[in-house]
């Protein structure tokens, strides 16, 4: 694979690579894709280990079947593949106050850890009161090779620019 001039891998080869993998994965299982149903499965499986009284009594656990399918399996694999990455390509850091962060907010690590926690339980709510993630359907979109995914993509882009640009406040010299 080529590596880019910071001797990391190239995040366009790599993200073209993983769309690759996706629009096959999808159509070879007739299926499509979704992460957030998958952190469900995962987490009623560890539930169903950890609290099984709980668990036999829930009924959301009755609903969604603590079972490691494709999905979950294309998710463990995307994690271990991003691990040996960074691994191999020497950038693997492991920062709990990343430099960026710290420059524009201080070092505080509860301040770090609370305002993360914070904003993931907002995406989650959101997420599940649109009864699905946009990821999700970015990811189905393009996977399907939809015009709206690519809208989306597109769309998503602009707006993480917007927002990087807000909330860090880019410094241009």
Known sequence: MKKSKKDGWSPYLAGCLAGIVLIFSTWLSEKSFNALITFTKISSLIERYLLPARFVSSEYNERFASIIDWQS???????IGVLIS???SKTFQFKIVPDMWRSRYGPSIFKRLFF???GGMIAVFGAKLSSGCFITYWFNGVAQLALSGFITIICMLIGG???ANTIYKIRRK
């Open 73 to 79: 399996m294309f998710l463990i694999g995307l994690f």
């Open 86 to 88: 960074a691994i191999t």
């Open 116 to 118: 993360s926690f914070f």
């Open 161 to 163: 620019m917007v927002m």
